[in-house]
């Protein structure tokens, strides 16, 4: 079995709905996972610890380490960070509002050399078009390196990758690290990979519904990343 070579991470901020749909996807795949509570509501919180319960995941509350508001993705990487370098694993990240199909994680895992820093899945809507946040690789024919930025939808870092760099170093202002990481990457001589061959399902911005004011009211969205600090990347 390949499941022992990845510690899969799935950060969760509300929208359970979506979530738990994800969190089934990975374990019906036949593996483990780790979910980051990330100050959920309550009740929200207690399903995921149901799940726990049902599926055997395990549940980190991050209101438990730490009084840092959410989002606390930097927290969720140094931690997860931490776990695979005393195992000797990769590090996989499936955001809660994206679902694998059945081979996803393998057909990952298989495509890691020695010289890959990041492995992403494309992501695609309900009709099997690739949408958020990888436009810009409609025009792709193949699997290949890939100079763009990387998001962190389902998006593998190898491990040695992650011993190249010590994700307390990141800057803690920000809110989302996959731009920096993409870039951090390359420039430690890595190559990042975009798997065109391998889609997965995305939801955009499901767990942070007013994101989506990016495309249906530009003007408002951006009023509120610059005057209430959201969204810094």
Known sequence: MVKEKVHIIMPVKDSIETAEQAIRAIVASGHTLCVYDDNSLPENAARLDALQEELGIQVIHVSAQTDHPSPNYRWVLMDAQRTCLEQGTHLLII??????????????????????????????????????????????????????????????????FLRAYDFA????????????????????????????????????HSSRPWKRLKYTNPLLYYWRKLTQGRDKI
């Open 169 to 204: 170093q990141l800057d803690p202002s920000k809110n989302w690290y996959d731009v920096t990481i993409s870039h951090l990457s390359r420039q430690l001589g890595f190559e990042n990979i975009l798997q065109i061959s391998n889609p997965v399902r995305h939801m955009p």
């Open 95 to 160: 955001e809660s509002d994206v679902i694998v199909r059945p081979d996803t994680i393998e057909r990952m895992l298989n495509a890691v050399q020695p010289h890959t820093g990041l492995l992403a899945a494309v992501t695609v809507d309900e009709h099997e078009q690739i949408n958020f946040p990888y436009e810009y690789a409609r025009s792709y024919k193949q699997d290949g390196a890939c100079k763009k930025r990387l998001s962190f939808c389902c998006t593998l870092l190898t491990n040695t």
